[in-house]
């Protein structure tokens, strides 16, 4: 009767733990200029049957992502208006299934054509669509691509109303293929395979909010974390077996949501704001728990910081509590990169560089995937607030930069 008691009791409390939510099922598919409706339509017919089964497990939430090859192997040959409406008929096919749509790298190698950063522009003003650029890997950092990737933020910013199509575009550094989360995600043509993200802030919040102490919280939110990936695992195992599509990992990493803060998990775990010493043992906590998870791991998995998909995290960087050089100290130990950092309209090709290099250089050396997604604010000045319009972005100040006079 005692053991039957403690089983209910055990059972009890992990009914009652705010159970992780699904950011995405991503699908990697190829594409051509054939047969693209009928294998968006293949990857469609899989996402709801994906979704159905993690929402029938408790795992609520999942949206639905594409990820096609990188698109210099499906643009091969096309004028650049055919490209670009390409890329269009594509979003259209995607969107029937209310699905994003990610086109890969517009570099891989440092030594890949420019031209295609070029055109990526064009279709990205055009188009809504996520894309990517490769500036570090294992062959070092890719300088060439590097630069192209910073004058191609700058392009973007300028073209797109209110810079938003920065919010779609990352360089992204010793990221490998089959990432679930956006705009980071891409692969080389295999094919027919899925990858799941999972949003688990609040799994964070819950064990921050009981432990204080580092050995325990790193415990208790490697148990989490174990637990919850290991079933949404079972899960996708299963659909692999049953469908014959490619199961390539979990990213765990616990981005936020509207109802969920990581930036207000983390000051629970200080008591002080975000920024304040105690951050960088969060995040080292935080991805230690992730990684230690017994499961099949791709992307990521580690702590993103997305400055303005945070509410909390969108106040303290107003208020000054921490700042881009934070953000780069914190990825020592974290994965996030400098993620959706809002930056003057005025800020140079040049200075965008050097933020570029200095995470490419960070990535490198920890052999650590980051990404950077800098949100260039056209005719906005330090001080002033942000005018962005996409859906998940919450308007912020925008700072001078680190070693700049105010």
Not at 343 to 367: C, H, M, P, Y
Request: glycine share 10%.
């Amino acid at each position: 009767m005692r053991k039957l008691l403690i089983a209910l009791l055990f059972s009890a409390l992990a009914c009652s733990a705010s159970r992780p939510r699904i950011r995405a099922i991503t699908v990697f598919i190829d594409v051509d200029g054939g047969h693209y409706a009928a294998q968006i339509a293949d990857a469609q017919k899989f996402l709801a049957e994906a979704k159905e089964a993690f929402n029938a497990a408790g795992f609520e939430g999942a949206s639905g992502r594409i990820t096609t090859q990188p698109f210099p192997a499906w643009s091969q040959g096309l004028s650049r208006e055919e490209a670009v409406a390409f890329a269009r008929k594509l979003r259209e096919a995607a969107s029937e299934g209310h699905n994003g749509l990610n086109i890969g790298p517009a570099m891989i190698r440092d030594d890949d054509d420019p031209a295609n950063a070029a055109l990526l522009a064009d279709i990205m003003s055009a188009v809504s669509v996520n894309a990517n650029l490769i500036i570090a890997g294992e062959d070092g950092i890719h300088w060439r691509a590097l630069k192209q990737a910073a004058r191609l933020m700058k392009t973007l910013a300028e073209r797109s109303p209110r810079g938003d199509a920065n919010f779609g575009f990352a360089a992204i550094a010793m990221m490998k293929p089959y990432g679930p989360y956006y705009p980071g995600s891409y692969h080389l043509g295999k094919g027919r395979a899925f990858a799941v993200a999972m949003e688990g802030a609040n799994v964070v919040g819950d064990v921050f909010a009981k432990d204080h102490d580092p050995g325990a919280a790193e415990h208790d939110l490697s148990e989490a974390f174990s637990q919850y990936t290991r079933e949404a695992e079972a899960i996708a195992t299963g659909l692999a077996r049953k469908t014959g599509w490619n199961y390539e990992g979990i990213d765990a990493t616990p981005a936020p949501s509207a109802q969920n803060s990581i930036a207000a998990a983390i000051e629970s775990f200080t008591g002080a704001p975000f920024g304040s010493p105690g951050t960088m043992t969060a995040a080292g906590i935080i991805t230690r728990a992730v990684q230690s998870a017994p499961v099949k791991r791709t992307g990521y998995s580690g702590l993103m910081i997305p400055v303005m998909e945070d509410k909390l995290l969108a106040q303290r960087w107003a208020e000054g509590t921490y700042n881009l050089d934070s953000i780069l100290a914190y990825s020592a130990v974290c994965a996030g990169g400098v993620d959706t950092v809002p930056l003057a309209g005025d800020t140079s090709v040049e200075q965008i560089e050097r933020i570029l290099s200095d995470l490419a250089w960070l990535a490198w050396k920890w052999n650590k995937p980051l990404g950077a997604r800098l949100m260039i604010a056209p005719a906005k000045h330090p001080g002033d607030k942000t005018g962005f319009s996409g859906g998940a972005i919450i308007n912020t100040a925008v700072q001078p930069l680190p070693g700049t006079a105010r």
